[in-house]
């Protein structure tokens, strides 16, 4: 799978609330792409060529076949 950025990017700051952890996702980022609160998003854990341990979600809300990564 081959991954191209777009000309946004953003920080994170993980948070936790009892046991569950989450990260935000930027306003225009979700207003663009149609996210709303509580939909289902499809996050897979994956490494680039580095090793570098990366979160991939698709924001199209449709599970994909990530073989390879």
């Given amino acids: 799978?081959?991954?191209?950025?777009?000309?946004?990017?953003?920080k994170?700051?993980?948070m936790q609330r009892r046991s569950t952890f989450s990260i935000s996702?930027?306003?225009?980022?979700?207003?663009g792409t149609g996210i709303k609160k509580g939909d289902l998003l499809y996050c897979y854990l994956a490494e680039?060529?580095?090793k570098r341990p990366m979160l991939l979600i698709f924001l199209d809300k449709q599970e994909r076949s990530v073989k390879g990564v």
């Fill in 12 to 14: 994170s700051k993980v």
């Fill in 25 to 31: 996702i930027n306003k225009l980022v979700a207003t």
């Fill in 48 to 50: 680039d060529q580095d």
């Fill in 1 to 10: 799978m081959q991954v191209k950025f777009q000309s946004i990017g953003w």
